[in-house]
């Protein structure tokens, strides 16, 4: 890992994410967006996004500027025609954002909510389905950041499947590390990052979608700037977008892609972010900590914690002692209240966890934390109090 200290701060925040110095020499010069070399990278990036997501020869790979928020945004314009009906499923605040737009946009939709410390069940999402029949596709966010939690994508791609229903999923924070096989989950269209388990700079997004479900698009979007289906049509015959690039971030994007498929692609990436969770989650647990989810539902992205049940305890002290140190803590967000949040993504090592941890002990201490643990039977309570 070719990241050191001259980069402190450390990110340790499901996004902006730490970059490694190769990623960083790339955006040193500055191109025009016609370039053949230009051309050349953003071809070579779609084809390599294609392939992680088992899309090459059914799908289609498309740049997006702007953060992931607006490629989502652009997803729901673009696949819901008109008369078209969206199952919206949230239990976290990135599945909030999804029903927010939705709102704005005036997109008919149903909101389907499940409690945030747990994965949704067969059978609220079954129930759903059967009650709106009138849905015509359903949108889900598969690790919600705002927890670390895993949303069960097969199970929701089968009972799709059976009720004759479009995918789209937010696949924002574990696209480049968790495996997704979009052919096989038949998923219309997902949206990811350059940023997050990509490990690029931010103001790139990309949508992956099936190239058939694009091609009856056409006409959908009420939005110039948010027309997917416009944009792939630019990006496919000229290799340009429709209006300025954002030229360093698609550098950047595709060298972190070429330093992805040179660590080993997703599941080497995947690997190490678990090396870095367990060891986050470990030490911490050894400090008396403990996690909101249950292991076998955790990411390892982010890690939730109950926060320290001691009069002593100041979360704003906490992140700004931290920062003081060079660790940059998760300032807010949260699905579960009297939690915090440490990500384990970007270009960090196993060190940097352990490094942060023993941060963690020595500023609480300072701050005359002496019990590191919450409430007892806090999380049982606040998982179904939050329903
Ligand atoms: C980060 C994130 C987003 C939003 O991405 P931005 O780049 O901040 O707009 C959406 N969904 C999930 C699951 C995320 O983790």
């Known amino acids: 890992m070719e990241h050191d200290a001259k980069h402190k701060p450390w990110l340790l925040i499901p996004g902006p994410v730490s970059i490694c110095d190769a990623v960083h020499r790339a955006m040193l010069e500055d191109h025009s967006a016609g370039e053949p070399e230009?051309?050349?990278a953003l071809r070579a990036a779609r084809g390599y996004l294609a392939e992680l997501a088992n899309a090459v020869g059914w799908g289609t790979a498309i740049p997006f500027p702007g953060s992931a928020t607006y490629a989502n945004e652009a997803v729901i314009r673009t696949f819901v025609p008109q008369g078209g009906r969206l199952l919206v499923h949230t239990n976290g605040a990135y599945g909030d954002w999804l029903v927010a737009m939705c709102r704005r946009m005036e997109m008919p939709h149903e909101v389907l909510?499940?409690?945030?410390a747990r994965p949704p069940s067969h059978d609220e999402f079954c129930r759903a389905l059967t009650v709106n029949s009138d849905i015509t596709h359903v949108m889900m966010v598969h690790v919600e950041t705002s927890s670390g939690l895993i949303n069960p994508i097969e199970m929701v791609a089968e009972l799709c499947r059976s009720h004759r229903k479009a995918l789209l999923v937010d696949a924002v924070a574990s696209f480049g590390a968790l495996p997704i096989d979009m052919r096989k989950l038949n998923i219309e269209a997902l949206v990811l990052s350059s940023?997050?388990?990509?490990?690029?700079?931010p103001g790139l997004a990309w949508v992956i979608c099936d190239r058939a479900a694009l091609d009856r698009s056409a006409g959908n979007a009420s939005s110039l700037s948010f027309d997917l289906w416009d944009q792939h049509e630019t990006v496919d015959r000229t290799g340009c977008f429709r209006f300025t690039p954002p030229t360093h971030?698609?550098?950047g994007a595709y060298a972190a892609?070429?330093?992805h498929q040179e660590e080993g692609g997703s599941a080497a990436r995947l690997?190490?972010?678990?090396?870095n969770w367990l060891r986050l989650v470990g030490d911490m647990r050894r400090l008396g900590f403990e996690s909101l989810l249950a292991d076998a539902h955790a990411a390892p992205i982010v890690a939730t914690f109950h926060e320290?049940?001691?009069e002593h305890y100041d979360f704003r002290k906490m992140y700004d002692g931290m920062a003081a140190?060079?660790?940059i803590i998760v300032p807010g967000r949260l699905a579960v209240p009297d939690t915090f949040r440490i990500g384990c993504i970007g270009a960090l090592p196993e060190q940097a966890m352990s490094l942060a941890v023993r941060t963690i002990r020595d500023v609480l201490n300072d701050m005359g934390v002496r019990r590191f643990g919450p409430l007892e039977r806090r999380q049982a309570e606040t998982a179904e109090q939050l329903m």
């Open 38 to 40: 230009m051309i050349a």
């Open 113 to 116: 909510r499940t409690a945030p």
């Open 195 to 201: 940023n997050k388990c990509v490990e690029g700079p």
């Open 249 to 251: 971030a698609i550098r």
């Open 257 to 259: 892609l070429q330093v």
């Open 271 to 275: 690997r190490r972010y678990r090396t």
């Open 308 to 310: 320290p049940h001691d």
């Open 325 to 327: 140190n060079g660790f």
